[in-house]
């Protein structure tokens, strides 16, 4: 069956730009997670929505970064004014419900800011 | 607050030879742990994870953790390293907060000679 999903796969942005990343997760899954990892490092929590409810957004690093699940299915990360330290893989992972069920991830979107 | 210490950057196996990945966390109460792989290219994948019960979990692939509270480890093993099994390899935890919140280690890579 198919897996989570993420386009664009990669995306090439100029400092000041806004970017949207989506996630498709695997159908009938109502948890969803975004991860961080940048250059050699592993990743990092941003956020999680349970259906269309961002119960958990303690992981964003800034106010420039907003996620959105609005009709609990796909999911879009963006961010406002990229800045180079946003530069990393942005991940998507999703799990069919909330507790402690395997977490399925994407492939990742490459984001370079330059 | 929680983290994960993989005291191992890179590791380089013989092709047959048995593997030992480390992975030590530091959390307070009983932690939720697991082990991930992700190959170039794709996803993260899970090998295990433990919650309770038996200290010996068993995953996919034929890898094996062993949780030591006593040492605070979580340490992954595979008894005879195949060269497909060269990827990052990530050790996470997550506490109890009715989802995964997953804290990641920084990686330990894979190699694997022939």
């Known amino acids: 069956g198919a897996g989570v999903s993420q386009s664009p796969r990669y995306k090439v942005a100029k400092r000041g730009q806004d970017v949207a990343l989506r996630c498709d997760p695997i159908?009938?899954?109502?948890?969803l997670f975004w991860y961080q990892q940048a250059l050699g490092q592993g990743p990092e929590f941003l956020t999680y929505?349970?259906?269309?409810?961002?119960?958990?957004k303690s992981g964003l690093p800034s106010d420039r970064f907003f996620a959105e699940r609005p009709e609990g299915s796909v999911s879009t990360l963006k961010i406002q004014r990229t800045q180079q330290e946003d530069s990393a893989v942005y991940l998507c992972?999703?799990?069919?419900?909330?507790?402690?069920?395997?977490?399925?991830f994407g492939p990742g979107t490459r984001l370079l800011v330059l | 607050a929680q983290s994960v210490t993989q005291p191992d950057i890179h590791i380089t196996v013989s092709e047959g030879a048995s593997l030992e990945l480390r992975c030590n966390y530091s959390?307070?109460?009983?932690?939720?742990l697991f082990w991930y792989v992700q190959s170039p290219g794709q996803g993260l994948q899970l090998l295990l994870k433990?919650?309770?019960?038996?200290?010996l979990v068993q995953g996919i692939k034929g890898f094996e953790a062993e949780f030591k509270r006593s040492q605070s480890s979580f340490n992954l093993r595979k008894p005879s390293v195949h060269w497909s099994d060269a990827a990052e390899y990530f050790c996470?935890?997550?506490?109890?907060?009715?989802?995964?919140?997953?804290?990641f280690g920084t990686g330990t890579r894979l190699l694997v000679s022939p």
């Open positions: 992972a999703s799990s069919l419900a909330g507790g402690f069920e395997t977490q399925y």
């Open positions: 159908s009938g899954h109502v948890s």
């Open positions: 929505f349970q259906n269309e409810a961002q119960l958990d």
């Open positions: 959390y307070g109460a009983t932690p939720y």
């Open positions: 433990y919650f309770s019960g038996d200290t």
């Open positions: 996470a935890v997550t506490e109890n907060t009715g989802f995964q919140k997953l804290v």
